[in-house]
């Protein structure tokens, strides 16, 4: 628990931050909650020479609606997205998967910026980020660009962001009409972490299924989007054999599963099909 | 009239100082110009060590220094091992690896700097050239003749096989209607304390004095191992035992660390510090558990056990510590948990194994015992269609006590015992018959509802003299000062378990003072007498007991000093709260203690001063029982397992502070759920240490922990005066097999009989899939 010699910078602005990640390159780290990147470095997984901390600076923690959208500043804490009254009201799927995630120290800390550029395969932010559609919105040496969550996360620990880019913010429309939202989690016993996590959103439009948004974590190298699921779900009725019968597509296509020594890979995939319906229950319980 | 507390639930007076972060552990001591080590520690599990380069290290500014094994490990002696089985093989322990490395995690050198960074950063240029060996890691192969060889002059893997028990079993299984068998296995564990290890030391070359910091159970005992380690003589070494954050049997021993840190430090002229990891810790730090066995019990067609017999390999692991062999004999000593079994036989093959060492772990062997026999009682149960309650009452004693011990069959004699009385009032509070006709109702509606019983007893108080390898006795010194202050010195080293509360308690009752007036001393070998240390269930039934002896001491000297200052005879003082009274005339406690000082006023044969110190030797061990019962909901579609309602009933004879007795029953009862659901020390088939961090090894969290409904019932040890048996320990025993019991009933309807802890959802699904698919 000893890590490597690096130098520490706080930085007050985007601006400052990006010009130091051009200077030094592979050799930085953006810090911002420091929950998932002073554990690995205390364990010498991670060894950068220089931190960056962009805790300071002020532009990248918000929540806010704006002609539609819905914007997360990339150093916006879970305590904050889980005590949010925006996000209680207008999409509540946030706050219950911050409500689900570590505890309240880790809340305290930990950013969704943070937690999206780590990628941790069984974060939970990544699913709930992909159910509601959102955009992850980069800034680079090149300027401003969006990316779709779906594409965003390539791998284990491993996304799209290129070398000098941040994490802006997060984005995504609000949701509209009749909706049901839920996230549901099975934490490993040891890590909190999820072993399966779910995150539905739910349309409802004349007592069927207009449009749903599954993201699914824990279960492969990278989260995804439960296609099949969502596909089945169109136009459905929201009976339970509906649901149950959609539910059954979750881990589709998954030929990755992890097992580890609590959860094989086919338990995992048992699990994701078990608490997708369960999440489409709830949801569908709560679209009003 | 001041109010008694023994009895009283009163907050524990250590806990103002731990809750604000003003506890003082190895790692708060900070001492000028200290050197901090960091070591070098085995990548594989078995391999020959061709090379270890140093070099790079060795120039990286700011160290000090860098030992390898074949540096030191001569020149301190052997890690000590303090048990004794006949004819058992024991490996020559050095400090450091030479030649071999044994275990993943086996210390190979260690590099002394300015500060950790450094010193960590020096240990990454160590590099060592391994010559990789076959490793055994199964302790039941590696009792095969045609296994590797872990220790090339003992020539096999196995440590010792003992045969321990009475009566005739053959005999006994014979006259058996049925006999039930089942495999079962006891998963490695790892102890966790909150506090890992962690050593500071320190040598005074003009006073040739060396003092050493380290958080231990047994600062004396620790003390005369490292001074022989040392060839350093035992009076000039000074053990410090700070402030200890848990030990849970993981620091009742003597580890390699210690004597290293102090050999060090006399080396190198400076103080050196060294402070565990956590990954560490799981490597390096004991492990609990490691049995595989196979039991058989015989019983008649009425439920009466005739004969039980466990045939058991223990895992060793590649050395001893302390007190490794023992913790088998353990097992077998309670075998015949709280039943008449006119015949027991345990038949123990220790093995090596490139594994940590493992040694005493909350319960240390007793919990193995209590779990195979609730196992088989079970199983008796399940086989002739009885209800588990019914079997366990059926073989219980009548209570008993003083007069008529009860004799068991592996030659202890239990100290006194209400079986009957626990178990009633745990089905009571249970609702025991209600629960078995709503588990009816909801199994019929496709819920599973398990509920599972443990009647435990279990041995503690450790113990006579006799019995255990280095003294069973504690010591106690107290004082009043000339303020009337009491000042209480213990052998026993608290490290959690709140002793400085009870053991003023039971000062404050005896001299009519306060508890706030009571300050209790202990860990330090320069101020307090030689003591045996907090282990085994042992502080408050030997210990406590120590200490209220030394005050009978006391108040019979204070009686003989108020008598001569009230010009009365001692025969006519009472002693009442805190005031000596003799016909209308009365002297206070406080007025006595300032006259023993100055001693103006003293009778003619009479020492000044007001000071007593006891050694008490128990006659017997104790044996704290109870009933535990657990009730879980197994989500069918999952297997995921949810307790819904924990009953625990225990017996820890009179209790001091209910509050104390509660905290160590929740925690035993959380290490418990942690076996059964959670915790297991994994090795791959390489023996890399796979659960070797919190991120995989489940210790069970504040909201992973049911309620729990508990109450007690309070049968006197005959033991000691306080009639105190000890409580440090019975819930890690008693409530395992509760818990176990809990889920296999759940699923008794599909023909489950027995699961293997930890018990995973992923498990309990495979059992509910094939049912289905066996149903379909
Ligand atoms: C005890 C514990 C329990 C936890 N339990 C959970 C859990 O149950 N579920 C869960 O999802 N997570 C859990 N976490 C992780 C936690 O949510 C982390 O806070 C989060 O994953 C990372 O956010 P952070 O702000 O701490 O990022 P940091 O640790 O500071 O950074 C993480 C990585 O992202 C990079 N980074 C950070 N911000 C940016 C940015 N704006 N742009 C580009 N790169 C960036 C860093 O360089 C680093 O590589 C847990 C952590 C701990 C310590």
Redesign the interface.
């Known amino acids: 628990?000893?890590?490597?010699?690096f130098d520490y910078i706080t930085v007050k602005s985007l601006d400052e931050a990006l010009s130091l990640l051009a200077k030094h390159k592979d050799d930085a780290k953006i810090l911002a909650g420091g929950h998932s990147l002073l554990p690995a470095m205390k364990?010498?997984l991670m060894q950068p020479k220089v931190l960056i901390d962009i805790g300071k600076i002020k532009e990248l923690s918000y929540i806010k609606e704006e002609g539609g959208q819905i914007h997360i500043g990339a150093m916006t804490t879970h305590f904050q997205i889980e005590t949010s009254a925006l996000l209680q009201k207008s999409c509540p799927l946030l706050p219950e998967t911050a409500t689900q995630l570590g505890d309240m120290q880790v809340r305290n800390k930990g950013t969704i910026g943070g937690s999206v550029a780590h990628a941790d395969p069984a974060a939970d932010w990544p699913a709930a980020v992909i159910a509601v559609g959102a955009e992850i919105v980069v800034i680079g040496p090149k300027g401003e660009r969006a990316i779709k969550a779906d594409d965003f996360f390539v791998d284990m620990l491993t996304t799209s962001l290129q070398p000098g880019d941040l994490v802006k913010e997060v984005r995504f429309a609000a949701p509209k009409g009749k909706t049901g939202q839920a996230y549901m989690k099975?934490r490993?016993?040891?890590?909190?972490f999820a072993v399966v996590g779910i995150a539905v959103t739910l349309t409802v439009d004349g007592g069927k299924c207009s449009a749903s948004g599954i993201g699914v974590t824990g279960v492969s190298s990278k989260p995804y989007r439960a296609k099949s699921v969502e596909a089945a779900l169109k136009g459905s009725a929201l009976d339970a054999k509906s649901l149950a019968a959609a539910a059954s597509h979750a881990s589709d296509g998954i030929s990755d599963a992890i097992s580890?020594?609590?959860?094989?890979g086919e338990?995992r995939k048992?699990?994701a099909e078990?608490y997708t319906r369960r999440a489409l229950e709830t949801a569908a319980g709560r679209a009003k | 009239m001041a109010e008694k507390v023994v009895g009283k639930g009163i907050k524990r007076t250590e806990d103002p100082r731990l809750i604000q972060g003003l506890a003082h552990y190895v790692d708060d001591i900070k001492l000028p110009d200290t050197l901090h080590a960091v070591f070098v520690r085995s990548i594989y599990a078995h391999a020959r060590i061709k090379k270890v380069d140093v070099a790079a290290a060795q120039k990286t500014p700011g160290v000090v220094a860098v030992y390898t094994g074949k540096d030191i490990s001569q020149k301190i002696g052997p890690v000590p091992c303090g048990a004794a089985i006949p004819d058992m093989k024991q490996p020559d322990h050095r400090v450091m690896a030479t030649d071999k490395v044994y275990w993943v995690g086996h210390p190979i050198a260690v590099v002394f700097a300015e500060n950790k960074y450094v010193a960590r950063d020096a240990a990454d240029k160590i590099e060592v050239d391994y010559e990789e060996l076959p490793v055994v890691l199964d302790e039941e192969k590696a009792a095969d003749p045609k296994s590797p060889v872990i220790h090339e002059k003992i020539g096999s893997n196995i440590a010792y096989k003992l045969t321990a028990g009475e009566g005739d079993i053959e005999a006994a299984l014979k006259a058996a209607d049925k006999i039930v068998r089942q495999k079962i296995y006891h998963k490695r564990l790892a102890p966790i304390a909150m506090e890992g290890r962690g050593v500071l030391a320190r040598y005074y070359p003009g006073e040739q004095e060396l003092t050493l910091w380290t958080s231990t159970q047994i600062p004396h005992l620790a003390r005369t191992q490292i001074s022989l380690m040392l060839g350093f003589p035992e009076n000039k070494l000074r053990l410090i035992a700070p402030e200890v954050g848990g030990g849970f049997g993981s620091k009742l021993n003597v580890y390699a660390e210690e004597a290293i840190m102090a050999y060090a430090s006399m080396q190198l002229g400076r103080p050196v510090k060294w402070i565990e990891g956590r990954r560490e810790n799981m490597q390096g730090t004991i492990h609990g558990r490691g049995q595989v066995g196979y039991i058989e019990i015989g019983c008649k067609k009425d439920g009466t056990i005739t004969g039980f017999r466990y045939n058991v390999f223990a895992d060793m692991g590649s050395y001893f510590q302390l007190l490794t062999p023992a913790i088998p004999t353990l097992t077998g000593l309670m075998l015949s948990g709280c039943y008449k079994i006119p015949a027991i036989q345990m038949n123990v093959t220790a093995c090596f194994t490139n594994k940590m060492s493992t040694d005493a772990y909350r319960g240390a062997g007793r919990p193995e015992a209590t779990y195979v026999i609730e196992r088989a009682m079970d199983l008796v149960a399940a086989e002739l269609g009885m209800d588990v309650v019914e079997v366990r009452r059926k073989n219980f004693p009548e209570p008993f006590g003083a007069e008529n011990p009860f004799k068991v069959a592996t030659g202890l004699f239990y100290d006194s015992g209400n079986y009957q009385g626990a178990l009633d009032k745990a089905l009571k509070m249970a609702d025991y018959t209600n629960l078995r006709v709503e588990q009816k109702k909801a199994r019929a509606a496709g819920r599973l509802i398990g509920v599972g019983v443990s009647t435990y007893v279990e041995i503690c108080a450790m113990g006579p003299s006799p019995a255990l390898p280095a003294g069973g006795w504690e010591s106690a010194t107290v004082r009043i000062e000339p303020t009337c202050k009491v000042t209480i010195l213990t052998g026993a080293s608290p490290h959690g378990q709140g002793q400085e509360t009870s053991f003023s308690q039971i000062a404050a009752d005896e001299l009519g003072v306060t508890v706030n007036d009571c300050t209790v001393i202990h860990g330090d070998t320069a101020v307090v007498q030689y003591g045996i240390g907090t282990f085994g269930s042992r502080a408050t039934a030997v210990g406590g007991t120590a200490v209220y002896l030394a005050l009978q001491k006391l108040k019979a000297k204070a009686t003989g000093m108020a008598a001569h200052m009230l010009g009365v005879d001692a025969k006519t003082v009472t002693f009442d709260d805190g005031k000596f009274t003799s016909g209308g005339k009365s002297v206070t406690i406080q007025e006595v203690a300032l006259n023993a000082h100055l001693a103006k006023n003293l009778p003619a044969d009479m020492e000044p001063g007001l000071s007593a110190t006891t050694f008490f030797e128990p006659k017997n061990f104790t044996f704290p029982f109870g009933t535990h019962i657990c009730v879980v909901e197994i989500d069918p579609e999952t297997g995921e397992i949810q307790i819904q309602r924990y009953i625990a009933v225990d017996d820890c004879g009179k209790v001091i502070n209910p509050l104390l007795v509660h905290g160590q029953i929740h925690g035993g009862i959380v290490q418990s759920l942690g076996q059964a659901l959670f915790e297991e020390v994994v090795y791959d088939e390489q023996g890399q240490l796979i659960s070797g961090s919190l991120m995989d090894y489940a210790v069970p969290k504040a909201a992973q922990v049911p309620w729990m409904e508990l109450d007690r019932t309070e049968t006197p040890s005959p033991v000691n005066p306080m009639g105190v048996k000890g409580v440090g320990e019975a819930g890690s025993i008693g409530a395992t097999p509760a818990i176990v019991a809990a889920v296999v009933d759940a699923l008794a309807h599909l023909g489950v009989r027995h699961l293997d802890m930890p018990i995973k959802p992923e498990h309990v699904w495979n059992i509910l899939k094939k049912n289905k698919a066996g149903a379909a």
Do not use: D, Q
């Open positions: 628990m000893i890590p490597a010699n364990l010498r099975v490993h016993p040891a890590s909190g580890e020594l609590y959860a094989t338990y048992h699990l078990i």
